[in-house]
Antibody, heavy 123, light 106 residues
Framework: QVQLVESGGGVVQPGRSLRLSCAAS????????VHWVRQAPGKGLEWVSV????????LYTDSVRGRFTVSRDNSENTLHLQMNSLRPEDTAVYYC????????????????WGQGTLVAVSS | SYELTQSPSVSVSPGQTANINCSGD??????VCWYQQKPGQSPVVVIY???KRPSGIPERFSGSNSGNTATLTISATQALDEADYYC?????????FGGGTKLTVL
């Protein structure tokens, strides 16, 4: 069955960096786009980024563009999120989430989610 | 920037119909998905492309989208439907989530 397992979360000081990873299994990882979605404690869902099946197309929400970088290693079935210049408002559970399609479009949707990894930005 | 607005909470009695609304400028021109999230769990899609149900989602879940409002309708609501519900759409090259609606079945 489809599994998405996030790792790399933890407590980090403002201004520092953190790299999240997502290990995928149970499907052909290289065929599908993958998203990062976050959820601050007690708050709603916020989309962060998406990367196309081959890594050629990447999109970001305005608040992280220029600070976060999404990448993927299809040979290792792994997704990454490099987070630089972290801010307290980046504190959230970060979910790795598989798209139905190879390129995420309006007609598509997220069909599988990981369990998330918690990132806490605090001094 | 584009926004999707949801009421924070909706209450319904078991067996009754729950309507959860999501509003946005010309939302009817966009595709809307709905996700259900129960406490301590990851979200699950219940409606995509405004009104389609993924396999495994009960028929009591339905959706519509017109004008500035999308609606998730849950018929014959059950206690297990109690959850947070989020609408989602695309605006240009960004995925937007609504703020979420907590559905209470009492």
């Amino acid at each position: 069955q489809v599994q998405l397992v996030e790792s790399g979360g933890g407590v980090v000081q403002p201004g520092r960096s953190l790299r999240l990873s997502c290990a995928a299994s149970g499907f052909t990882f290289s065929d599908y786009a993958v998203h990062w979605v976050r959820q601050a404690p007690g708050k709603g869902l916020e989309w962060v980024s998406v990367i196309s099946y081959d890594g050629s197309h990447k999109l970001y929400t305005d608040s992280v563009r220029g600070r976060f970088t999404v990448s993927r290693d299809n040979s290792e079935n792994t997704l990454h999120l490099q987070m630089n210049s972290l801010r307290p408002e980046d504190t959230a559970v970060y979910y790795c989430a598989k798209d139905l399609r190879g390129v995420a479009v309006a007609a598509s949707y997220i069909d599988y989610w990981g369990q998330g990894t918690l990132v806490a930005v605090s001094s | 920037s584009y926004e999707l607005t949801q009421s924070p909470s909706v209450s319904v009695s078991p067996g009754q119909t729950a309507n959860i609304n999501c509003s946005g400028d010309k939302l009817g021109d966009k595709y809307v998905c709905w996700y259900q999230q129960k406490p301590g769990q990851s979200p699950v899609v219940v409606i995509y492309q405004d009104r389609k149900r993924p396999s495994g989602i009960p028929e009591r879940f339905s959706g519509s989208n017109s004008g500035n409002t999308a609606t998730l309708t849950i018929s014959a609501t059950q206690a297990l439907d109690e959850a947070d519900y989020y609408c989602q759409a695309w605006d240009i090259s960004t995925v937007i989530f609504g703020g979420g609606t907590k559905l209470t079945v009492l």
